[in-house]
Structures are given as structure tokens and as C-alpha cells.
């Protein structure tokens, strides 16, 4: 969905400011990732996601499950701007026949029905265990600007101004850490998984 140059709209960034994603310097498209998951419960993963994205909106639970084995995930996109990283999902999904089905109200009830938080702060989780492997001095909250979900279909001249088209958010700290723990174990579990699982896409 994107090659750098030919990529014209600005997008809006989580909190504030905007980038023009056909001039970024520093990125990675398809950056794959693992998890090692041990007995990770869905209802322990579920309930610190849904507290902290989208303003604590409801939206349909998880199936209770645990998680054995490995987490493999790609990221669309990762890329640097003004010193923070972000990730960035592609999304083809048709909300509606015009510019109106994909206003932040609409994308934000996308996000909620198909779970796009879940995989946003799993990407989030990939990048920070990332940058924490390779910044010297790595902070969440200096260096981790957010995600980016992009719909495609809703891309367009009102996305810069209006931000149609793009929903973005920036979690706090504290999901990302609690993440972090419960893949390294520091949670309580409940049934089994397969052994491999696909992040949600």
C-alpha cells in the first residue's frame, strides 16, 4: 500500500502534529515480530487493553483462552518522525459509500468491533521491547509516539484537516509495561492455546 515518494497525504500523529508519510527518513515496512507466550491468559491481555485505548469504550470480550507458544506478528509500517517511533497498520475495510463512514466517531467503532486496539498495542509492545533492546537511553515516553491505523478508503484531502481516515492514539506506559509483563510470565493463566498463534490482521 505504500512506497515512499508516492505517498501524498498528511497524516495526523497521535496527541499532535502530522507527517507526510511519502518523506519519512528513518523506517521499516513488514517489520515481523515474536512473543514468547507462556500460559498468557486472554481475559489478563483483554482487560488492561480495553481499559487504556479508545477512552475505555466497550467492545466485544475476548474469548477466554491462555496462549502457549509463540506470538508472530508484521508490522505494516514503523517509522521515526521529530525523534519518536510509530507503527502503522494498512486497513482496505469499506465503512460506507463516502467521506461520512469514515469520520474518527466511524473508524473509532471500527476499531472497537474488530478488536484493531488488541493489535495496535501488540505492535506497540513489539516496538518498545525493540527500541528498549537498542536505545542506550530508551524511554517510552520520550521515544514511543503511537500507533496509526490507516483506512485506506477514507484517505483523502479531509485526513490532514479533519483527520478522516487515519485514527491514531498513543496508549499510556503503563498498558505497554503490563503487556510486557504478562508475555514474560508475571500473570495469572487459564486454559490452553494452540501452539502457534497469528497476531490479528
Do not use: C
Amino acid at each position: 500500500y505504500w512506497e515512499k515518494g508516492e505517498w501524498k497525504e498528511t497524516a495526523p500523529l497521535p496527541e499532535a502534529g502530522q507527517v507526510r508519510l511519502g518523506e519519512l527518513g528513518v523506517y521499516q515496512v513488514e517489520m515481523e515480530f515474536w512473543f514468547a507466550a507462556s500460559r498468557v491468559d486472554t481475559r489478563a491481555l483483554d482487560a488492561p487493553v480495553s481499559a487504556h485505548t479508545l477512552g475505555g469504550a466497550p467492545r466485544p470480550a475476548l474469548d477466554a483462552d491462555t496462549l502457549n507458544g509463540m506470538l508472530k506478528g508484521f508490522i505494516d509500517l514503523v517509522f521515526e518522525s521529530g525523534g519518536r517511533y510509530y507503527v502503522l497498520d494498512w486497513k482496505s475495510n469499506h465503512l460506507g459509500p463516502d467521506d461520512d463512514a469514515y469520520t474518527p466517531a466511524a473508524m473509532r467503532d471500527a476499531m472497537l468491533d474488530k478488536r484493531y486496539d488488541l493489535q495496535a498495542a501488540l505492535y506497540l509492545l513489539a516496538l518498545h521491547r525493540l527500541l528498549k533492546a537498542r536505545l542506550p537511553d530508551y524511554d517510552y515516553d520520550r521515544h514511543i509516539g503511537g500507533s496509526l491505523t490507516v483506512f485506506l478508503r477514507g484517505v483523502g484531502s479531509a485526513t490532514a484537516t479533519e483527520g478522516r481516515g487515519v485514527h491514531a492514539e498513543r496508549p499510556p506506559r503503563a498498558l505497554i509495561e503490563t503487556l510486557d509483563a504478562l508475555f514474560q510470565g508475571q500473570a495469572p493463566a487459564a486454559t490452553t492455546h494452540s501452539p502457534q498463534a497469528e497476531a490479528p490482521q
